[in-house]
């Protein structure tokens, strides 16, 4: 019976070519709306390499230091590294801490300058290295000797070893960075721009450049950021407030300036939805405005749709008089009908799944806005892209939707009497 089933709807849907393709691309359009806004909100909070552990991380980004004298005046930057040393290394629940200072552009080049390009240089301490899981094709990470001392190691990505010297074999080599030269450690894989706590195209101790602008406000404000990797998400509370505990400790002994991180330090939902150091985020609102946005963008089609399935179920009362004349019931009737939806909701489905990730392979940087990169740019892997439950809800839903927008048009029209039905003939 259901291949039957199958062979009308398919019958169906080359009879009614217009209206189906209405129908088909009316789906389509809800999938790749929703999976567009899912797959750009998972880019920024999913665990994917190096930053596997999102989920467990916790970020102190900005700060601001407050005058004690004069509480008007704010000082607002980053973290200096004064704070991280006696706020952020003394946490004993925490896994794994570390902070670093991005944003920095070298000119990158072999020693005779034959080969020479921008790169983004991010500068670092040991502790970085274990809060985030970079992919070691060769060497390994400077560690808290190399930092101490301020040695010019360097850990770079695959790209820069593959311009400056045709392969990863670089271990032991020099790289120079705006003319200081550094040694080479370490080789990763590339790191996508959209990752951008990890991100760089270099990576170097920050000891090893004393000109980084640290030294503001009693050292309580610079320019790093801070990063604490918990063993598991139960431990994101109490390590917040042992962090509030140790910043309180450090304020008590203040002379001119007090620390204030605004609540700090985030997880990454609450990162992405802080505006300002001094504003809580507001995780509960931004989840709701795009579960508003996902409900429209479910609804308006479904809406169509049913208009549609209408006018179409208007057309079909005279086929089905005549099938209830020849015994068929109301449920096998109303059966057939959602059986034929469901393969047009199926066709809709892979069409709209297909085209949300070529809309996001095309356009990664009109959706994931990132600014300009060195060597590396955006790019997407399957980490980020491929999660087969946000389509198989995002197809639910408009399944749910698309069943009721013709279910009720043809419950209603299986209830014309039969008489009635066959006039319409």
């Known amino acids: ?37 899912v797959i750009v909100w998972q880019v920024r909070t999913a665990n994917y390499s190096p930053e596997d552990n999102r989920d467990r991380t916790l970020y102190v980004i900005s700060a601001g230091a407050n005058s004690i004298e004069n509480p008007e ?16 290394y003394p946490l004993r629940q925490a896994e794994a801490v570390g902070f670093a200072n991005h944003g920095y552009q070298a000119l990158v080049a072999v020693t005779d300058h034959t080969v020479e390009f921008k790169g983004d240089v991010s500068y670092t301490d040991a502790g970085f290295w ?13 560690g808290e000797e190399v930092v101490e001392s301020g040695i010019r190691d360097a850990v770079v990505s695959e790209s820069v070893a593959r311009k400056l010297y045709g392969t990863t074999d670089v271990v032991g080599r020099t790289v120079e960075l705006s003319y200081t030269l550094y040694t080479i450690r370490g080789v990763v894989e590339d790191v996508s721009i959209l990752a951008e706590d990890a991100y760089a195209d ?10 980084l602008w640290d030294n503001v406000c009693e050292r309580l404000i610079g320019s790093y ?18 962090l509030q505990t140790n910043v309180e400790r450090m304020n008590a002994s ?10 700090a330090p985030d997880t990454i939902m609450e990162r992405l939805t802080r505006e300002g150091v001094m504003n809580e985020p507001d995780v509960r609102t931004a989840v709701l405005r795009y579960l508003l946005i996902i409900a429209v963008a479910l609804l308006i089609p479904a809406i169509n749709m049913s208009g549609l399935a209408l006018s179409r179920m208007r057309r079909r009362i005279s086929e089905i008089g005549v099938r209830r004349a020849f015994g068929a019931t109301r449920n096998e009737l109303i059966g057939q009908i959602l059986y034929e939806n469901l393969l047009q909701t199926l066709l809709g489905g892979v069409l709209g799944l297909v085209l949300s990730y070529l809309v996001i392979v095309t356009l990664p940087g009109w959706l994931l806005p990132v600014g300009e990169a060195g060597v590396s740019q955006v790019f997407l892997n399957a980490d980020m892209l491929f999660n087969p439950m946000v389509f198989l809800l995002a197809f639910a839903a408009c399944l749910l939707l698309n069943l009721l927008s013709v279910g009720v048009p043809a419950w209603r029209s299986t209830k014309t009497p039969i008489v009635d039905a066959l006039n319409e003939y």
């Open 1 to 37: 019976m259901y291949k039957i089933y199958l062979k009308q709807a398919w019958a169906l849907l080359k009879e009614n070519k217009l209206l189906s393709g209405v129908s088909i691309f009316g789906t389509a359009l809800a999938i790749c709306m929703i999976m567009v806004i």
């Open 73 to 88: 005046i704010n000082n607002i930057s980053k973290l200096g590294t004064r704070v991280a040393k006696e706020c952020v």
């Open 130 to 142: 274990s809060v985030f899981n970079f992919r070691f094709l060769a060497g390994k990470p400077y």
């Open 202 to 211: 270099v990576w170097v101790p920050y000891t090893s450049n004393g000109t």
């Open 225 to 242: 950021q801070a990063y604490i990797l918990a063993a598991s998400t139960d431990d994101l509370p109490r390590l917040k407030e042992e």
């Open 254 to 263: 203040q002379r001119e300036y007090r620390l204030n991180l605004g609540g």
